[in-house]
């Protein structure tokens, strides 16, 4: 027997939802300002080369 757990955790580790153990289904809206913010302040994003 297993149990998954869904999360929804944005770019710097802060738990956005938590579905818990039990079955369910929720919408959340994803910031894009925050993904921008993270996307500055690591460059290393920049960086990523596509690969063949």
């Given at each position: 027997m297993s149990v998954g757990r869904s999360v929804l955790v944005d770019p710097m580790g802060v738990v956005?939802?938590?579905?818990?153990?039990?079955?369910?289904?929720?919408?959340?809206?994803?910031?894009?300002?925050?993904?921008?913010?993270?996307?500055e302040s690591f460059p290393m994003f920049r960086q990523r080369r596509l690969q063949d």
């Open positions: 956005e939802a938590d579905l818990g153990l039990e079955p369910g289904v929720r919408s959340v809206e994803v910031s894009l300002e925050t993904v921008e913010r993270v996307r």
